[in-house]
């Protein structure tokens, strides 16, 4: 795990993952997302853009250099370039596909003795190199010292 002090503006960090159909069922429930794309037998193995955003930040807080910090999600401020927009999706992910992430440390800001907010770029691509989903300044406010 690297605290605070150590996590440095453009450092990259990766992971990949995969979505079941079980999962991608578990999700939709939870979510009680409704839309008709996932009852038409042509589309109902597309991985909702939620379900991967919260994959995605679900993988990012199990990091080896992440797990163990005291972190929570504090907002998305997006980016300038985009008129402040966070997310695009640019190609459809399906059931079973590998999602491989790349997370980026964009900003590092101090806000007190007690914490620290580090902004995090996503980007994920399917295995042959198609850009699937870039997100880009999701914070994420993290104590200075992680509890022992």
């Known amino acids: 795990m690297k605290k605070f002090s150590e996590l440095k503006v453009g450092e990259e960090f990766f992971s990949t993952c995969t979505f079941s159909k079980k999962e991608l069922e578990s999700y939709l429930a939870f979510s ?8 038409d037998d042509e589309y ?19 990091l080896s250099q992440i797990y163990g910090n005291m972190i929570l999600l504090y907002g998305m401020d997006g980016d300038a370039n985009w008129e402040n927009r966070n997310t695009r999706f640019l190609k459809p992910l399906h059931i079973d596909e590998i999602l491989k992430i790349k997370f980026t440390i964009s900003d590092k800001k101090e806000i ?11 980007e994920g691509k399917k295995e042959n190199g198609d850009l699937v989903v870039i997100s880009k300044k999701n914070l994420y406010r993290i104590k200075k010292e992680p509890p022992r």
């Open 32 to 39: 009680r997302i409704k839309n008709t794309i996932f009852d």
């Open 44 to 62: 109902n193995s597309i991985i909702s853009g939620r379900a991967i955003i919260a994959r995605m930040e679900g993988e990012f807080t199990r």
């Open 112 to 122: 007190d003795d007690e914490f620290g907010m580090i902004a995090v770029d996503f």
